[in-house]
């Protein structure tokens, strides 16, 4: 009698993230379809949120519970250093149990955001050792990768990618990353991101005059090599960021601000308070697809945050992406949008609003653009879940011949 699978997901989620709540969502909605007998559970950074979410269990990923507060006290810092060692039984043990761990996307190999190397990298590694010391199959799909400088940071990701038992990659650049930090990606494949799977609401007819402007912030420093003019990189970014919202309002355009996670709040009040009009009112999304109802709704998106674009691009509404890392020109140049990129360390406002005027200019073009970019995403992560299942689930009847994703 055939047992059903243990499926563990393993991630930084339930912690505020939208994006990688999304990712989360995919994966569940692919086990749920193809293995809906597998016992599933998660060791993951919100484990009260993903249960009450997802209805899934869910265990705490670090044992000292301030794992995410800057230790400056002895106490503190003993509990970290503390914490560090219980974590790898505490992992083995949770890894032990499991048929299978699924990463669910995410930008678990970069660090184009600030991190530490005894932060998430040392838990992403712990996981892949104990899935391969003790026979359980890890697997990273999807996920996002970038050259590191650190490099403890570094030797972390490599070790954690050489010993997972299936990779892939969400776009070209994060594959060519993994390759250049010593991992063999011969065999390791590059699809779309997991949130293209995900349902789309409707998007709304072009009303023929100029509509809602969409614009999702991000409390932006810069990323790992930046800390030295992180300070400088955001306040430019606010400006150049409010100075466009301004000129927007001065035209009579309505503006939405969005977000992608909870600390970027604070970047809505500062916009709100300096322009200070009724046309700029902010949404509280809880999810990608809230994110998505928002955009649908909008004539054009201007947005930061990789999977804030990803909602704009899934409901076929034009956008201009302030671009922080490799990964957002890679989402943009695939998706047929690559000429409307603007660097987010480097806000222009004034090329901005050019850039702005041209992506509406072109709109009509632009969605059909998407509308065929967007069937062929759903095609490719529809082959990669058939992959998977050929990797993760050999017992499991095949669904579908894979077919390799270009």
Not at 203 to 219: E, F, N
Request: hydrophobic share 45%; aromatic share 6%.
């Amino acid at each position: 009698m055939k047992t059903a699978p243990r499926v563990g997901v393993f991630g930084l989620l339930g912690s505020g993230n939208l994006g990688n709540d999304g990712s989360l969502e995919a994966v569940l909605g692919y086990l749920r379809t193809e293995h809906p007998d597998a016992a599933v559970d998660a060791l993951c950074g919100g484990p009260e949120a993903v249960t009450t979410r997802f209805g899934i269990p869910a265990t705490r990923l670090h044992w000292y519970r301030g794992e995410y507060r800057t230790a400056s006290r002895a106490g503190a810092i003993a509990g970290k250093g503390l914490g560090k060692l219980v974590d790898v039984f505490r992992t083995a043990a949770w890894v032990r149990r499991h048929d299978v761990v699924i990463v669910p996307g995410m930008g678990v190999l970069e660090a184009t955001l600030p991190l530490r190397p005894w932060g998430f990298p040392y838990s992403l590694f712990l996981l892949c050792a104990s899935g391969r010391l003790l026979g359980t199959r890890v697997a990273l799909v999807s996920v996002g990768a970038a050259a590191i400088g650190n490099r403890p940071t570094r030797a972390l990701v490599r070790w954690s990618g050489r010993l997972a038992a299936y990779r892939s990659y969400r776009d070209a650049p994060s594959r060519d990353a993994m390759r250049a930090m010593g991992v063999d990606t011969r065999r390791d494949e590059v699809y779309p991101d997991l949130a293209f799977s995900l349902p789309t609401p409707r998007a709304s007819a072009p009303s023929g005059s100029p509509g809602t402007v969409c614009v999702g912030v991000m409390d932006f420093h810069g990323g790992n090599d930046d800390r030295a003019r992180a300070e400088e990189i955001y306040r430019r970014y606010l400006d150049g960021t409010i100075r466009f919202v301004r000129t927007l309002v001065e035209e009579g355009r309505p503006v939405r601000l969005l977000t992608g996670d909870q600390c970027d709040l604070s970047v809505v009040a500062a916009i709100l308070d300096a322009v200070g009009s009724p046309l700029v009112t902010a949404a509280e999304p809880a999810s990608l697809a809230d994110l998505m109802t928002e955009m649908a709704a909008a004539d054009t998106v201007v947005a930061v945050r990789y999977h804030n674009l990803i909602c704009a691009l899934k409901t076929g509404t034009p956008v201009l992406a302030l671009c922080y890392a490799a990964k957002s020109d890679a989402l943009m140049d695939r998706m047929g949008l690559g000429a409307y990129c603007h660097p987010a360390r480097e806000v222009d406002a004034d090329r901005l609003l050019e850039q702005f005027r041209d992506l509406e200019k072109h709109s009509a073009e632009l969605r059909q653009t998407l509308t065929e970019r967007n069937q062929a995403a759903a095609q490719q992560l529809a082959d990669q879940f058939a992959a998977l299942t050929a990797a993760l689930f050999p017992a499991a009847d095949p669904i579908q011949t894979p077919r390799k994703a270009p």
